[in-house]
């Protein structure tokens, strides 16, 4: 299965969105917690997968009971709030996505990366400063 960036980023921004008190651990389903319009619960699982592998998640330690279809869930790893937070807006989200797919190809670090790229030059363009 090839991974999709539109998949990866809405998992992650519903990861975020879960309700989960601040030093507890849920148990997440990707069958009942993640599922998202236009996926088959097949490309949920391996993308959540992918986004847990990648340390993007704070699983506190663990990956649950069946790793394949849920897992605990404390909260998004700092790697994971930067992803969210800078491929949150729609048109960062765009520039990045669109950048990805020209390059055809990409990797979990270099999507990040890009959506941060995209988001210092947006504070540049707002405040004036450089941002190395």
């Given at each position: ?31 009942k917690?993640?599922?998202i ?26 990956r ?69």
């Amino acid at each position: 299965m090839r991974r999709d960036p539109e998949l990866i980023r809405q998992l992650m921004l519903k990861l975020e969105s879960l309700d989960v008190p601040a030093m507890s651990i849920a148990m997440i389903s990707c069958l009942k917690d993640l599922e998202i319009d236009g996926y088959t619960s097949e490309q949920v699982i391996y993308h959540t997968d992918q986004i847990l592998m990648s340390g993007w998640i704070d699983t506190a330690g663990g990956r649950g009971m069946n790793p394949s279809t849920q897992f605990s869930f404390r909260a998004l790893s700092p790697a994971g709030h930067d992803f969210v937070d800078s491929v949150r807006d729609e048109e960062i989200w765009k520039l990045t996505k669109d950048g990805v797919t020209a390059a055809k190809g990409f990797t979990l670090q270099t999507l990040s990366a890009l959506g941060k790229a995209f988001l210092h030059k947006q504070v540049e363009k707002y405040t004036g400063l450089e941002i190395s």
